[in-house]
Protein backbone atom coordinates (compact mmCIF):
# COMPACT_ATOMS: atom_id res chain seq x y z
CA UNK A 1 0.00 0.00 0.00
CA UNK A 2 1.74 3.43 -1.16
CA UNK A 3 1.77 6.39 1.68
CA UNK A 4 -1.07 8.30 -0.15
CA UNK A 5 -3.24 5.36 0.09
CA UNK A 6 -2.24 4.99 4.11
CA UNK A 7 -2.55 8.53 4.94
CA UNK A 8 -5.46 9.35 3.22
CA UNK A 9 -7.64 6.36 1.91
CA UNK A 10 -6.69 3.89 4.46
CA UNK A 11 -8.54 6.44 7.35
CA UNK A 12 -11.43 7.27 5.62
CA UNK A 13 -12.33 3.44 4.97
CA UNK A 14 -12.01 2.90 8.66
CA UNK A 15 -14.87 5.88 9.03
CA UNK A 16 -16.79 4.45 6.57
CA UNK A 17 -17.20 1.08 7.92
CA UNK A 18 -18.23 1.74 11.60
CA UNK A 19 -20.12 5.53 11.22
CA UNK A 20 -21.23 4.47 14.85
CA UNK A 21 -17.65 4.20 16.05
CA UNK A 22 -16.99 7.60 14.30
CA UNK A 23 -20.10 9.48 15.80
CA UNK A 24 -18.53 8.58 19.22
CA UNK A 25 -15.45 9.56 18.39
CA UNK A 26 -17.10 12.55 17.55
CA UNK A 27 -19.16 13.24 20.08
CA UNK A 28 -16.19 12.91 22.67
CA UNK A 29 -14.45 15.56 21.08
CA UNK A 30 -17.52 17.99 21.43
CA UNK A 31 -17.61 17.71 25.26
CA UNK A 32 -13.67 17.78 25.22
CA UNK A 33 -13.83 20.99 22.75
CA UNK A 34 -16.65 22.53 24.78
CA UNK A 35 -14.28 22.27 27.79
CA UNK A 36 -11.54 24.22 25.90
CA UNK A 37 -14.22 26.85 24.84
CA UNK A 38 -15.48 27.22 28.44
CA UNK A 39 -11.83 27.83 29.51
CA UNK A 40 -10.93 30.36 26.14
CA UNK A 41 -14.43 32.10 26.59
CA UNK A 42 -13.18 33.06 30.57
CA UNK A 43 -9.73 34.57 28.77
CA UNK A 44 -12.21 36.06 26.09
CA UNK A 45 -13.98 37.60 28.41
CA UNK A 46 -11.60 39.54 30.43
CA UNK A 47 -9.66 40.09 27.04
CA UNK A 48 -12.12 42.21 25.71
CA UNK A 49 -13.19 44.36 28.54
CA UNK A 50 -9.69 45.14 29.80
CA UNK A 51 -7.11 44.25 27.22
CA UNK A 52 -5.44 41.99 30.21
CA UNK A 53 -4.39 38.69 29.19
CA UNK A 54 -5.34 36.62 32.15
CA UNK A 55 -3.02 33.71 32.52
CA UNK A 56 -4.52 33.00 35.44
CA UNK A 57 -7.66 31.77 33.82
CA UNK A 58 -6.56 28.17 34.19
CA UNK A 59 -5.87 28.01 37.84
CA UNK A 60 -9.39 30.26 38.51
CA UNK A 61 -10.67 27.04 36.81
CA UNK A 62 -8.63 24.86 39.27
CA UNK A 63 -9.49 27.42 42.05
CA UNK A 64 -13.01 26.87 41.88
CA UNK A 65 -13.31 23.28 41.13
CA UNK A 66 -11.07 22.93 44.69
CA UNK A 67 -13.67 25.21 46.46
CA UNK A 68 -16.48 23.64 45.63
CA UNK A 69 -15.06 20.13 45.73
CA UNK A 70 -13.63 21.30 49.71
CA UNK A 71 -17.15 22.53 50.86
CA UNK A 72 -19.10 19.20 49.37
CA UNK A 73 -16.33 17.39 51.49
CA UNK A 74 -16.65 19.29 54.50
CA UNK A 75 -20.48 18.08 54.20
CA UNK A 76 -22.02 21.28 52.23
CA UNK A 77 -25.16 20.45 49.83
CA UNK A 78 -24.25 20.04 46.36
CA UNK A 79 -26.23 24.09 45.74
CA UNK A 80 -25.12 25.34 49.02
CA UNK A 81 -21.29 24.34 48.21
CA UNK A 82 -22.23 26.25 44.59
CA UNK A 83 -23.68 29.30 45.96
CA UNK A 84 -20.67 29.75 47.89
CA UNK A 85 -18.48 28.90 45.66
CA UNK A 86 -20.09 31.67 43.42
CA UNK A 87 -19.95 33.77 46.18
CA UNK A 88 -16.35 32.90 46.51
CA UNK A 89 -15.49 33.90 42.95
CA UNK A 90 -17.26 37.13 42.81
CA UNK A 91 -15.39 38.02 46.04
CA UNK A 92 -12.50 37.04 44.29
CA UNK A 93 -13.04 39.42 41.32
CA UNK A 94 -13.64 42.46 43.64
CA UNK A 95 -10.31 41.72 45.54
CA UNK A 96 -8.42 41.31 41.96
CA UNK A 97 -9.88 44.41 40.64
CA UNK A 98 -8.51 46.24 44.49
CA UNK A 99 -5.48 44.66 44.50
CA UNK A 100 -4.00 44.32 41.00
CA UNK A 101 -5.95 45.93 38.42
CA UNK A 102 -6.44 49.33 40.17
CA UNK A 103 -2.78 50.29 41.38
CA UNK A 104 -2.27 48.89 37.58
CA UNK A 105 -4.35 50.61 35.77
CA UNK A 106 -2.75 52.94 32.48
CA UNK A 107 0.20 50.67 32.92
CA UNK A 108 1.67 49.05 29.70
CA UNK A 109 -0.41 45.63 28.93
CA UNK A 110 2.57 43.46 29.39
CA UNK A 111 3.07 44.87 33.28
CA UNK A 112 -0.61 43.61 33.54
CA UNK A 113 -0.15 39.89 32.10
CA UNK A 114 2.65 39.89 34.16
CA UNK A 115 0.61 40.31 36.79
CA UNK A 116 -1.32 38.18 36.04
CA UNK A 117 1.31 35.76 36.17
CA UNK A 118 1.56 36.53 39.48
CA UNK A 119 -1.63 35.71 40.00
CA UNK A 120 -1.87 32.41 38.64
CA UNK A 121 0.98 31.41 41.43
CA UNK A 122 -0.90 32.95 44.38
CA UNK A 123 -4.24 31.45 43.40
CA UNK A 124 -2.55 28.00 43.28
CA UNK A 125 -0.18 28.17 46.36
CA UNK A 126 -3.23 29.84 48.01
CA UNK A 127 -5.77 26.72 47.02
CA UNK A 128 -3.28 24.42 47.92
CA UNK A 129 -2.87 26.10 51.27
CA UNK A 130 -6.76 25.99 51.72
CA UNK A 131 -7.78 22.69 50.45
CA UNK A 132 -4.70 20.20 50.49
CA UNK A 133 -3.00 19.16 47.36
CA UNK A 134 -4.52 16.11 47.02
CA UNK A 135 -6.81 14.55 43.50
CA UNK A 136 -10.27 15.11 44.97
CA UNK A 137 -12.90 13.07 43.12
CA UNK A 138 -16.16 16.01 42.28
CA UNK A 139 -19.37 14.27 42.73
CA UNK A 140 -21.82 16.60 42.35
CA UNK A 141 -25.07 14.25 41.65
CA UNK A 142 -24.97 13.32 37.76
CA UNK A 143 -24.55 10.08 37.65
CA UNK A 144 -21.20 8.52 34.88
CA UNK A 145 -23.36 6.11 33.59
CA UNK A 146 -23.61 5.38 30.23
CA UNK A 147 -26.69 4.04 27.47
CA UNK A 148 -26.99 3.49 23.82
CA UNK A 149 -28.55 6.14 21.44
CA UNK A 150 -28.73 4.83 17.36
CA UNK A 151 -25.57 2.43 18.15
CA UNK A 152 -23.51 5.07 19.95
CA UNK A 153 -22.59 4.97 23.44
CA UNK A 154 -23.33 8.07 25.71
CA UNK A 155 -21.78 9.14 28.27
CA UNK A 156 -24.32 10.85 31.12
CA UNK A 157 -22.48 12.85 32.59
CA UNK A 158 -20.63 13.86 29.72
CA UNK A 159 -24.16 15.17 27.84
CA UNK A 160 -25.47 17.02 30.84
CA UNK A 161 -21.81 18.79 30.94
CA UNK A 162 -22.19 19.43 27.09
CA UNK A 163 -25.83 21.01 27.87
CA UNK A 164 -24.94 23.13 30.96
CA UNK A 165 -22.23 24.60 28.45
CA UNK A 166 -24.51 25.19 26.06
CA UNK A 167 -26.68 27.01 27.73
CA UNK A 168 -23.72 29.15 29.40
CA UNK A 169 -22.69 30.27 25.94
CA UNK A 170 -26.26 31.33 24.76
CA UNK A 171 -26.99 33.48 28.34
CA UNK A 172 -23.33 34.57 27.52
CA UNK A 173 -24.06 35.30 24.00
CA UNK A 174 -27.30 37.55 25.23
CA UNK A 175 -25.92 38.92 27.89
CA UNK A 176 -23.24 40.75 25.37
CA UNK A 177 -25.13 41.57 22.40
CA UNK A 178 -28.86 42.35 23.82
CA UNK A 179 -28.50 43.88 27.14
CA UNK A 180 -27.33 47.33 28.64
CA UNK A 181 -24.59 46.43 30.96
CA UNK A 182 -23.16 43.80 28.02
CA UNK A 183 -23.07 46.38 25.83
CA UNK A 184 -21.28 48.66 27.87
CA UNK A 185 -18.62 46.46 28.24
CA UNK A 186 -18.10 45.78 24.82
CA UNK A 187 -17.46 49.70 24.93
CA UNK A 188 -15.02 49.27 27.48
CA UNK A 189 -13.08 46.98 25.24
CA UNK A 190 -13.49 49.17 22.32
CA UNK A 191 -12.05 52.44 23.97
CA UNK A 192 -11.41 53.25 27.63
CA UNK A 193 -11.19 56.74 27.56
CA UNK A 194 -14.46 57.19 25.56
CA UNK A 195 -16.15 54.51 27.96
CA UNK A 196 -15.08 56.68 30.30
CA UNK A 197 -16.86 60.16 29.15
CA UNK A 198 -19.95 58.65 28.38
CA UNK A 199 -20.60 57.20 32.05
CA UNK A 200 -19.21 54.08 32.19
CA UNK A 201 -17.81 53.49 35.21
CA UNK A 202 -14.33 51.03 34.62
CA UNK A 203 -14.14 49.47 38.26
CA UNK A 204 -17.51 48.35 37.78
CA UNK A 205 -17.10 46.82 34.60
CA UNK A 206 -14.18 44.62 35.43
CA UNK A 207 -15.54 43.75 38.65
CA UNK A 208 -18.38 42.30 36.63
CA UNK A 209 -15.95 40.89 33.61
CA UNK A 210 -13.96 39.36 36.36
CA UNK A 211 -16.88 37.64 37.67
CA UNK A 212 -18.66 36.30 35.14
CA UNK A 213 -15.35 34.87 33.92
CA UNK A 214 -15.19 33.73 37.67
CA UNK A 215 -18.77 31.72 37.12
CA UNK A 216 -17.35 30.33 33.88
CA UNK A 217 -14.03 28.62 35.71
CA UNK A 218 -16.87 27.24 38.03
CA UNK A 219 -18.58 25.15 34.95
CA UNK A 220 -15.62 24.72 33.34
CA UNK A 221 -14.05 23.57 36.79
CA UNK A 222 -17.34 21.17 37.33
CA UNK A 223 -17.31 19.42 34.25
CA UNK A 224 -13.31 18.87 34.12
CA UNK A 225 -13.66 17.80 38.08
CA UNK A 226 -16.22 15.31 37.48
CA UNK A 227 -14.68 14.01 34.58
CA UNK A 228 -11.18 13.40 35.72
CA UNK A 229 -10.82 14.22 39.32
CA UNK A 230 -9.84 18.10 40.72
CA UNK A 231 -6.31 18.10 40.54
CA UNK A 232 -3.73 20.67 39.82
CA UNK A 233 -2.91 19.76 36.42
CA UNK A 234 -6.42 21.14 35.70
CA UNK A 235 -4.76 24.45 35.59
CA UNK A 236 -2.36 23.11 32.22
CA UNK A 237 -6.06 23.70 30.12
CA UNK A 238 -5.15 27.15 30.35
CA UNK A 239 -2.61 25.82 27.54
CA UNK A 240 -5.23 24.06 25.31
CA UNK A 241 -6.94 27.29 25.57
CA UNK A 242 -4.48 29.15 24.07
CA UNK A 243 -4.78 27.77 20.23
CA UNK A 244 -8.56 27.67 20.83
CA UNK A 245 -7.90 31.59 21.16
CA UNK A 246 -5.49 31.67 18.32
CA UNK A 247 -8.33 30.01 16.29
CA UNK A 248 -11.01 31.83 17.37
CA UNK A 249 -9.83 35.50 17.62
CA UNK A 250 -9.29 36.85 21.22
CA UNK A 251 -12.03 38.82 21.01
CA UNK A 252 -14.65 36.93 20.33
CA UNK A 253 -17.47 34.81 22.28
CA UNK A 254 -18.46 32.70 19.18
CA UNK A 255 -15.06 32.41 17.93
CA UNK A 256 -13.91 30.66 21.38
CA UNK A 257 -16.88 28.39 21.08
CA UNK A 258 -16.37 27.60 17.39
CA UNK A 259 -12.52 27.13 18.01
CA UNK A 260 -12.71 25.01 21.23
CA UNK A 261 -14.92 22.68 19.17
CA UNK A 262 -12.82 22.55 15.99
CA UNK A 263 -10.06 21.35 18.55
CA UNK A 264 -11.81 19.30 20.68
CA UNK A 265 -13.13 17.24 17.49
CA UNK A 266 -9.69 17.26 15.55
CA UNK A 267 -7.59 16.31 17.75
CA UNK A 268 -10.13 13.57 18.88
CA UNK A 269 -10.74 12.23 15.25
CA UNK A 270 -6.82 12.58 13.58
CA UNK A 271 -5.86 10.48 17.14
CA UNK A 272 -8.15 7.51 16.74
CA UNK A 273 -7.86 7.45 13.34
CA UNK A 274 -4.38 8.38 12.02
CA UNK A 275 -2.88 8.25 15.53
CA UNK A 276 -1.74 4.82 14.82
CA UNK A 277 0.27 5.54 11.72
CA UNK A 278 2.29 7.98 13.76
CA UNK A 279 2.26 6.27 16.67
CA UNK A 280 -0.17 8.18 18.36
CA UNK A 281 -0.13 11.00 20.68
CA UNK A 282 -1.52 13.38 18.29
CA UNK A 283 -4.04 14.94 20.62
CA UNK A 284 -0.84 16.56 22.36
CA UNK A 285 0.29 18.72 19.59
CA UNK A 286 -2.81 18.89 17.17
CA UNK A 287 -3.91 21.90 18.40
CA UNK A 288 -0.79 23.90 18.66
CA UNK A 289 0.55 23.23 14.97
CA UNK A 290 -3.07 24.16 14.02
CA UNK A 291 -2.67 27.62 15.50
CA UNK A 292 0.61 27.90 14.20
CA UNK A 293 -1.19 27.07 11.09
CA UNK A 294 -3.53 29.80 11.67
CA UNK A 295 -1.10 32.29 12.51
CA UNK A 296 0.53 31.98 9.40
CA UNK A 297 -2.68 32.24 7.34
CA UNK A 298 -5.70 33.98 9.08
CA UNK A 299 -3.75 35.48 11.74
CA UNK A 300 -7.31 37.42 13.69
CA UNK A 301 -8.86 34.33 13.53
CA UNK A 302 -11.84 32.83 12.72
CA UNK A 303 -14.18 35.18 14.24
CA UNK A 304 -11.23 37.80 15.58
CA UNK A 305 -12.04 41.61 14.33
CA UNK A 306 -10.15 41.99 11.39
CA UNK A 307 -6.99 44.22 12.09
CA UNK A 308 -7.36 47.70 10.06
CA UNK A 309 -4.56 49.70 10.23
CA UNK A 310 -5.07 53.88 9.65
CA UNK A 311 -1.57 55.81 8.26
CA UNK B 1 -27.05 85.58 34.06
CA UNK B 2 -26.07 82.77 36.62
CA UNK B 3 -22.88 80.53 36.03
CA UNK B 4 -23.66 77.36 35.08
CA UNK B 5 -20.33 76.10 36.32
CA UNK B 6 -17.75 78.22 38.59
CA UNK B 7 -14.33 77.22 37.94
CA UNK B 8 -12.51 78.49 41.20
CA UNK B 9 -8.61 79.38 41.64
CA UNK B 10 -7.73 75.92 40.13
CA UNK B 11 -4.02 74.70 39.79
CA UNK B 12 -2.16 71.59 38.16
CA UNK B 13 0.68 70.84 37.68
CA UNK B 14 2.19 67.21 36.21
CA UNK B 15 5.85 66.93 37.46
CA UNK B 16 7.66 70.12 37.57
CA UNK B 17 5.54 71.67 34.75
CA UNK B 18 2.96 73.90 36.16
CA UNK B 19 0.01 73.16 33.45
CA UNK B 20 -2.41 75.70 34.80
CA UNK B 21 -2.03 77.83 37.71
CA UNK B 22 -4.64 79.41 39.80
CA UNK B 23 -7.41 79.83 36.82
CA UNK B 24 -10.85 81.68 37.69
CA UNK B 25 -13.71 81.25 34.71
CA UNK B 26 -17.76 81.40 35.49
CA UNK B 27 -19.20 79.63 32.70
CA UNK B 28 -22.83 81.30 32.32
CA UNK B 29 -25.60 79.44 31.60
CA UNK B 30 -27.06 78.71 28.06
CA UNK B 31 -23.45 80.43 26.47
CA UNK B 32 -20.56 79.11 24.44
CA UNK B 33 -17.77 79.69 25.62
CA UNK B 34 -14.50 79.53 24.03
CA UNK B 35 -10.95 78.54 25.70
CA UNK B 36 -7.97 80.03 23.67
CA UNK B 37 -4.52 80.07 23.89
CA UNK B 38 -1.10 79.30 22.16
CA UNK B 39 -0.24 75.59 21.89
CA UNK B 40 0.66 74.37 25.61
CA UNK B 41 -1.75 77.23 27.62
CA UNK B 42 -3.24 74.34 29.37
CA UNK B 43 -6.80 74.26 27.48
CA UNK B 44 -6.95 70.73 27.55
CA UNK B 45 -5.75 70.03 31.10
CA UNK B 46 -8.61 72.76 32.28
CA UNK B 47 -11.04 71.02 29.85
CA UNK B 48 -10.35 67.11 31.76
CA UNK B 49 -10.17 69.15 35.00
CA UNK B 50 -14.02 69.40 34.12
CA UNK B 51 -14.81 66.12 33.09
CA UNK B 52 -12.82 64.64 35.70
CA UNK B 53 -10.51 63.00 33.97
CA UNK B 54 -7.46 65.12 35.98
CA UNK B 55 -8.06 66.20 39.60
CA UNK B 56 -6.89 69.99 40.45
CA UNK B 57 -4.05 70.02 42.95
CA UNK B 58 -5.52 73.19 44.56
CA UNK B 59 -8.78 75.21 43.45
CA UNK B 60 -12.87 74.18 43.50
CA UNK B 61 -14.84 72.97 40.15
CA UNK B 62 -18.81 73.89 40.84
CA UNK B 63 -21.48 72.56 38.83
CA UNK B 64 -24.72 74.33 39.25
CA UNK B 65 -23.04 74.77 43.23
CA UNK B 66 -22.45 71.13 44.15
CA UNK B 67 -18.68 70.60 44.36
CA UNK B 68 -17.38 68.01 41.60
CA UNK B 69 -13.95 68.63 41.80
CA UNK B 70 -13.10 65.58 42.90
CA UNK B 71 -15.62 63.37 41.00
CA UNK B 72 -14.71 60.28 38.96
CA UNK B 73 -15.28 61.06 34.92
CA UNK B 74 -18.14 58.29 34.98
CA UNK B 75 -19.80 60.42 37.81
CA UNK B 76 -19.30 63.92 35.98
CA UNK B 77 -20.90 62.39 32.89
CA UNK B 78 -24.14 60.94 35.19
CA UNK B 79 -23.90 64.91 35.99
CA UNK B 80 -24.52 65.52 32.54
CA UNK B 81 -21.35 66.89 31.21
CA UNK B 82 -20.75 65.54 27.92
CA UNK B 83 -17.23 65.80 26.03
CA UNK B 84 -15.35 64.84 23.26
CA UNK B 85 -11.79 64.46 22.56
CA UNK B 86 -8.88 66.15 20.32
CA UNK B 87 -7.77 63.32 19.10
CA UNK B 88 -11.48 61.14 18.32
CA UNK B 89 -12.31 58.77 21.07
CA UNK B 90 -15.01 56.62 19.42
CA UNK B 91 -15.88 53.04 19.92
CA UNK B 92 -14.49 52.11 16.48
CA UNK B 93 -15.76 48.35 16.36
CA UNK B 94 -18.81 49.15 16.64
CA UNK B 95 -21.50 51.10 14.92
CA UNK B 96 -22.57 54.93 14.67
CA UNK B 97 -26.13 53.45 16.19
CA UNK B 98 -24.44 51.95 18.86
CA UNK B 99 -22.03 54.69 19.45
CA UNK B 100 -25.00 56.98 20.11
CA UNK B 101 -26.98 54.35 21.99
CA UNK B 102 -24.21 54.14 24.43
CA UNK B 103 -23.90 57.76 24.73
CA UNK B 104 -27.44 57.09 26.55
CA UNK B 105 -25.99 54.55 28.72
CA UNK B 106 -26.46 56.78 32.05
CA UNK B 107 -29.95 57.31 31.52
CA UNK B 108 -30.93 53.91 31.14
CA UNK B 109 -31.71 51.94 34.49
CA UNK B 110 -31.71 48.60 33.43
CA UNK B 111 -29.48 46.25 35.12
CA UNK B 112 -27.82 43.12 34.61
CA UNK B 113 -30.51 41.14 36.34
CA UNK B 114 -33.31 43.16 35.52
CA UNK B 115 -33.20 43.13 31.87
CA UNK B 116 -32.73 39.06 31.72
CA UNK B 117 -36.02 39.02 34.30
CA UNK B 118 -38.14 42.18 32.46
CA UNK B 119 -36.68 41.56 29.44
CA UNK B 120 -39.86 43.48 28.17
CA UNK B 121 -39.21 46.65 30.36
CA UNK B 122 -35.78 46.78 29.27
CA UNK B 123 -36.77 46.17 25.75
CA UNK B 124 -39.25 49.07 26.29
CA UNK B 125 -36.91 51.54 27.39
CA UNK B 126 -34.10 50.49 24.79
CA UNK B 127 -37.31 51.77 21.82
CA UNK B 128 -37.57 55.31 23.94
CA UNK B 129 -33.81 55.84 24.00
CA UNK B 130 -34.04 54.88 20.23
CA UNK B 131 -36.27 57.65 18.96
CA UNK B 132 -33.68 60.40 20.65
CA UNK B 133 -31.13 58.84 19.27
CA UNK B 134 -32.59 58.64 15.96
CA UNK B 135 -33.37 62.52 16.26
CA UNK B 136 -29.70 63.14 16.65
CA UNK B 137 -29.18 61.09 13.34
CA UNK B 138 -31.42 62.94 11.92
CA UNK B 139 -30.04 66.27 13.37
CA UNK B 140 -26.14 65.67 12.03
CA UNK B 141 -27.71 64.37 8.94
CA UNK B 142 -25.71 60.56 9.80
CA UNK B 143 -28.91 58.97 8.50
CA UNK B 144 -27.28 56.42 5.84
CA UNK B 145 -24.69 55.33 8.31
CA UNK B 146 -26.44 53.95 10.95
CA UNK B 147 -25.00 50.40 10.56
CA UNK B 148 -21.83 51.32 9.78
CA UNK B 149 -18.61 51.05 12.29
CA UNK B 150 -17.16 54.16 12.90
CA UNK B 151 -13.99 52.89 12.60
CA UNK B 152 -14.50 53.26 8.78
CA UNK B 153 -15.76 56.42 8.45
CA UNK B 154 -13.92 59.18 7.22
CA UNK B 155 -12.34 61.82 9.81
CA UNK B 156 -14.90 64.70 9.56
CA UNK B 157 -17.91 62.24 10.20
CA UNK B 158 -16.05 60.48 12.64
CA UNK B 159 -15.80 63.99 14.64
CA UNK B 160 -19.51 64.59 13.87
CA UNK B 161 -20.47 61.36 15.38
CA UNK B 162 -18.52 61.65 18.37
CA UNK B 163 -20.39 65.03 18.66
CA UNK B 164 -23.56 63.34 18.28
CA UNK B 165 -22.24 60.93 20.61
CA UNK B 166 -21.95 63.84 23.21
CA UNK B 167 -25.27 65.02 22.11
CA UNK B 168 -26.99 61.82 23.12
CA UNK B 169 -26.59 62.22 27.10
CA UNK B 170 -28.80 64.92 26.59
CA UNK B 171 -25.89 67.25 28.32
CA UNK B 172 -26.56 70.68 30.24
CA UNK B 173 -22.80 71.37 29.34
CA UNK B 174 -21.08 69.63 26.25
CA UNK B 175 -17.38 70.29 26.46
CA UNK B 176 -15.42 70.18 22.88
CA UNK B 177 -12.10 69.56 22.60
CA UNK B 178 -10.43 71.51 18.85
CA UNK B 179 -14.10 69.64 17.30
CA UNK B 180 -13.04 71.42 13.66
CA UNK B 181 -9.15 70.31 14.35
CA UNK B 182 -8.09 68.64 11.08
CA UNK B 183 -11.19 69.63 9.16
CA UNK B 184 -11.54 71.39 6.03
CA UNK B 185 -13.00 75.52 5.23
CA UNK B 186 -16.88 72.92 4.73
CA UNK B 187 -16.45 70.76 7.18
CA UNK B 188 -15.54 73.57 9.67
CA UNK B 189 -18.20 75.53 8.69
CA UNK B 190 -20.99 72.49 8.92
CA UNK B 191 -19.51 72.15 12.38
CA UNK B 192 -19.99 75.39 13.32
CA UNK B 193 -23.37 75.26 12.35
CA UNK B 194 -24.13 72.43 14.53
CA UNK B 195 -22.89 73.88 17.42
CA UNK B 196 -24.99 76.78 17.15
CA UNK B 197 -27.76 74.57 16.65
CA UNK B 198 -27.51 72.90 19.48
CA UNK B 199 -26.76 76.07 21.52
CA UNK B 200 -29.92 77.35 19.98
CA UNK B 201 -32.31 74.77 20.01
CA UNK B 202 -31.64 73.12 23.66
CA UNK B 203 -30.26 76.32 25.08
CA UNK B 204 -26.86 74.16 25.92
CA UNK B 205 -23.85 75.54 27.48
CA UNK B 206 -20.94 74.84 25.56
CA UNK B 207 -16.98 74.93 26.67
CA UNK B 208 -15.38 75.47 23.28
CA UNK B 209 -11.41 74.40 22.74
CA UNK B 210 -10.84 75.68 19.13
CA UNK B 211 -7.56 77.15 17.50
CA UNK B 212 -9.17 78.73 14.61
CA UNK B 213 -9.66 82.15 15.37
CA UNK B 214 -12.18 83.13 12.93
CA UNK B 215 -14.48 80.69 13.89
CA UNK B 216 -13.96 80.89 17.22
CA UNK B 217 -14.77 85.07 17.31
CA UNK B 218 -17.58 84.05 15.03
CA UNK B 219 -19.27 81.56 17.59
CA UNK B 220 -18.47 82.58 20.72
CA UNK B 221 -20.54 84.47 23.28
CA UNK B 222 -17.30 84.85 25.90
CA UNK B 223 -13.94 83.73 25.58
CA UNK B 224 -11.11 83.32 28.04
CA UNK B 225 -7.93 83.20 26.87
CA UNK B 226 -5.11 80.86 28.78
CA UNK B 227 -1.17 81.55 28.40
CA UNK B 228 1.63 79.15 30.10
CA UNK B 229 -1.20 77.85 32.32
CA UNK B 230 -2.52 81.65 33.50
CA UNK B 231 -5.48 83.44 32.38
CA UNK B 232 -5.01 86.62 30.62
CA UNK B 233 -7.75 87.68 29.84
CA UNK B 234 -11.65 87.07 29.44
CA UNK B 235 -14.51 88.85 27.74
CA UNK B 236 -16.89 89.29 24.63
CA UNK B 237 -15.09 88.46 21.26
CA UNK B 238 -14.23 92.38 20.13
CA UNK B 239 -13.35 93.16 23.59
CA UNK B 240 -10.59 90.35 23.71
CA UNK B 241 -9.56 90.44 20.14
CA UNK B 242 -8.10 94.19 21.30
CA UNK B 243 -6.69 93.37 24.08
CA UNK B 244 -2.69 93.95 25.02
CA UNK B 245 -2.20 90.92 26.68
CA UNK B 246 -3.49 88.38 24.42
CA UNK B 247 -2.04 90.18 20.89
CA UNK B 248 1.16 89.79 22.77
CA UNK B 249 0.48 85.76 23.96
CA UNK B 250 -0.53 84.92 20.27
CA UNK B 251 2.28 87.48 18.31
CA UNK B 252 4.56 88.31 21.10
CA UNK B 253 6.30 91.52 21.14
CA UNK B 254 4.39 94.18 18.51
CA UNK B 255 3.14 97.06 17.66
CA UNK B 256 0.08 95.08 16.11
CA UNK B 257 -3.07 96.32 17.91
CA UNK B 258 -5.35 93.30 16.63
CA UNK B 259 -4.90 89.46 16.61
CA UNK B 260 -5.46 88.93 13.14
CA UNK B 261 -8.90 87.65 11.89
CA UNK B 262 -8.85 84.18 10.40
Given at each position: MSVFQQVLIGP???????????GEVVIGGILAGMLYSLVALGFVLIFKASGVFNFAQGVMVLFAALTLVGLIERGAGVWVAL????????????????????????????????????LNFFLEGFGEMLWGAN?????VGIPDRSFMAAGMQINQLELSAGGIAAILVVVLAIFFQKTRIGRALRAVADDHEAALSIGIPLKTIWVVVWSVAGLVAIVAGIMWGAKSGVQFSLSLIALKALPVLILGGFESVPGAIVGGLIIGVGEKIGE?????????????????????AFLLIRPQGLFGEKIIERV | ???????????????????????????????IMSIIGPNGAG??????????????DHGRILLEGTDITHLAPSEIAKLRVARTFQNIALFSGMT???????????????????????????????VAHRKRVEDLIDFLKIQDLRRRPTGSLAYGLRKRVELGRALALDPKILLLDEPMGGMNQEEKEDMARFILDVNEEWGTTIILIEHDMGVVMDISDRVAVLDMGLKIAEGKPDEVR???????????????????HG
Open positions: LKDIGSNPAFFAATALVMIVLAFAIERAVLRPLVNQPQIILFMATIGVKKLDVYWGPLVGGAIENWFAYVLAL | MSAILEIADVSRSFGGVQAVQKVSVDIPRGEKTTVLNMISGFYHPVLDNLMLGRHVLMKSGVLSSFIYWGLAQREEVNPAVVKAYLGETKTSEVR
